[in-house]
């Protein structure tokens, strides 16, 4: 009996031991697992950091075309000290013109269409009338009897000198030959301003139809007849514009106007070309105040050399420099702001391969003006850094995406 309990109690003992010693392991193991996924989160945290610090993507060429990459390097404008006007592009007076027929005729040719460029002196169109024979005809015929009616008031002459021939007769044959020759004046002014070589008239030659002839060179802006309408004298058939000579026409309100003198700086910026910021400078202020609104006509002419794309009536928002202080800028779009951090693309490396890699060099924003913000770059940058200047926004997208690849 004695030694049963002997044994019970040294069983006892071990199996307190046993307990003691699994509760230790079981801490230990608990501890080390929770010491590994502190380490594991700080390891992620730590990952995460660095992937929110990235400064490069990488796209194909392919992908570029696709998200409408463009490049540009910064600007030097002045923003800030200027006068906001706005207004429309237009064109001077003799860089339009209303195409018309001098004497009237029938439509048999057309030449042009809306749209075409054409050089001063081409033919147009081309017109029918009889009127047009009958005219050249009378030339030909009054030249003819010029030679007889000359040698008639000669002859009359020296015969009333002679006291033979009555004066009556002298006067009325030097009537005749001098009706004659203005009547021949007249002829030829006609055929003139109707195209017609009247060298070849006089040869014996007759033009069946005239030429409609362009006065500028420019485009064909609008056409006003089709084949076989009858075109009336003074009816406008081609209007033609010369867009090369383009210039804006501002609208400067009342309260700005005594700030505005010839020669100054302006910028403008219009629907068809975003993000582009044109140059011009004042060259004529009005004189004369609009009712409504209250403004003054102030004309600029494009320094920019991108008139040929410029079209008239188009609206323009723009800026005259009031005073003259250059900035960095660059368009609105090429900056991605995400939270209190703003940064732009620097085009970098292109792989042999054609692959395309951009920077992110982060950017301090100044003045907002005209589509333009004030930019300081974080680091420097060569004069001939291109930057995205159109699809940023769509480029820190594929930042973003191949971050989170990296995190999968």
Request: overall charge negative; aromatic content about 10%; charged content about 25%.
């Amino acid at each position: 009996m004695e030694t049963i309990d002997i044994m019970y109690k040294q069983m006892k003992k071990v199996a307190g031991w046993a307990f003691f010693m699994g509760a230790f392991v079981f801490l230990f193991s608990c501890s080390s697992d929770s010491t590994t996924v502190a380490e594991g989160g700080h390891g992620e945290a730590h990952e995460e950091h660095e992937e929110g610090l990235a400064n490069m993507v990488k796209i194909t060429k392919e992908q570029a075309k696709v998200l409408g990459l463009t490049t540009s390097t910064v600007l030097h404008k002045s923003l800030g000290s200027t006068i906001k006007v706005n207004g429309f592009l237009d064109l001077y007076p003799q860089d339009e013109a209303n195409v018309n027929a001098f004497i009237g005729g029938n439509v048999s040719r057309i030449y042009f269409v809306e749209g075409d460029k054409v050089k001063k002196g081409q033919v147009l169109a081309r017109l029918e009338h009889p009127d047009y024979l009958q005219m050249q005809q009378e030339l030909q015929q009054s030249v003819n009897e010029l030679a007889y009616l000359k040698t008639e008031f000669e002859r009359k002459e020296k015969l009333y000198k002679e006291e033979i021939s009555s004066g009556r007769e002298f006067q009325k044959a030097r009537a005749d030959y001098y009706a004659t020759q203005s009547k021949i004046k007249g002829l030829k002014a006609k055929l003139k301003l109707l195209n017609l070589d009247v060298s070849k008239v006089l040869a014996g030659e007759l033009f069946p139809n005239v030429p409609i002839i362009a006065p500028i060179d420019g485009f064909v802006g609008e056409v006003y007849v089709r084949i076989g309408d009858f075109a009336n004298p003074g009816v406008t058939m081609f209007y033609l514009t010369n867009n090369a000579k383009t210039h804006v026409d501002f609208r400067v309100y009342e309260k700005d106007i005594y700030k505005i003198r010839v020669g100054q700086k302006a910028y403008f910026t219009i629907a068809n070309k975003p993000g582009e910021l044109i140059e011009a400078h004042i060259q004529t202020i009005g004189r004369t105040f609009e009712d409504d609104p209250k403004a003054v006509h102030v004309h600029a002419v494009i320094d920019s050399n991108t008139t040929t794309d410029l079209l008239p009536g188009l609206y323009v928002e723009g800026r005259i420099v009031e005073n003259e202080k250059m900035m960095t800028v660059l368009p609105e779009e090429a900056i991605v702001t995400e939270g209190n951090r703003s940064f732009v693309f620097v085009k970098g490396e292109t792989h042999e391969n054609g692959d395309l890699t951009f920077n992110v060099v982060d950017v301090t924003t100044g003045i907002t003006d005209a589509g333009f913000v004030e930019v300081t770059f974080a680091q420097t940058l060569a004069k001939d850094t291109e930057i995205v200047t159109n699809g940023a926004y769509m480029l820190s997208s594929e930042l973003i995406k191949g971050e989170l690849e990296d995190d999968d």
